[in-house]
């Protein structure tokens, strides 16, 4: 039989799987019920990852993760798998797609489609141009990082070989 | 981050869920392999299920992952965690349709020219870990009892 989720996973990596991914500031309590950790382990894991700079507590003691380090988080990712190619393909796939739209809709931003809204169009018209609007603002949002991933690509990536091949270094010779 | 909602962006929020997911699923163990698609900000992840683990006359299986943390943190997610082999294709939904009530449904047919069945489901939680490990185990019972 499949293991479930407690059987496969420790309290830790529960508490951090379920933390790291909150979209909105949650409580001990919350994590704890969502996690299945008794109240003291969860709060004790919360802390420790707030230390870490992965949580950020909010004035009320809710957890939330911090955007800053999700931000380069997100960027790492991009660089460690993926091929350079891939990117390069996606910012091609987000520009096709931008093409698409300027085209669809007679406009040449996210912000001129934006201002359509404004027009006299049926309800059904005006929530697909909501709908569009925001995978646009996400696709600039992708479409950014991912020009960044591309500028970082190798320095990051010397950086896993140089660890590689200097694994024997001290931390004054890697700097 | 101040707390008060002022730097949500669901975008975001939808691909660290997805990011997640994806981490579970790598974790599972009747997952052989996980992708996340696009790769800037994930819409999706599709996963194919290691069929041979289960004791089902399926080839192949592909579970399809799709995660939208909503416009604003008090907002619902919607996501689906559907299904495909050569034997029909199933899922099970968190998004308003109009052929059933409320939000969870599961909905199945036993080939792409047939018509879905719906039937009402209820989510025992929203955070995209719990879900995984939720749904991963309704796959696996579904497929056996096949």
Known sequence: MVDSWTDSTTARERVETIATTLSEPRTVNWVAEQAEVEWDTAKRHLASLADAGLLTVTDDGQYVPDPTRAYFDHLRDLILENERSELRAELEAIAERADDWKQRYGVGSPEELEATLADDLPGDEVSERRRILRRWEQSQRSRDLIRKALALYDDVQSLGDGTAERSGSTVEEAG | ?146
């Open chain 2, 1 to 146: 981050m101040n707390g008060d909602g002022s730097s949500y962006d669901a975008a975001e929020a939808s691909h660290r869920a997805l990011r997640s997911i994806q981490r579970e699923l790598e974790r599972h163990p009747t997952i052989s392999t996980v992708r996340g698609f696009p790769s800037g900000a994930y819409t999706q992840v599709v996963a194919e299920v290691a069929i041979d683990r289960l004791e089902t006359d399926a080839t192949e299986g592909t579970l399809t992952v799709r995660w939208f943390a909503g416009e604003t943190p008090e907002k619902k997610p919607t996501f689906s965690f559907h299904y495909s082999d050569d034997n029909g294709d199933f899922g099970w939904h968190h998004e308003p349709n109009p052929h059933v009530d409320g939000w969870g449904h599961v909905q199945a047919r036993p080939d792409s020219t047939a018509t879905y069945d719906y039937e009402p489901y209820a989510f025992s939680s929203d955070s995209p870990a719990r879900v995984v490990w939720e749904m991963m185990s309704q796959l696996v019972s579904t497929l056996q009892s096949r």
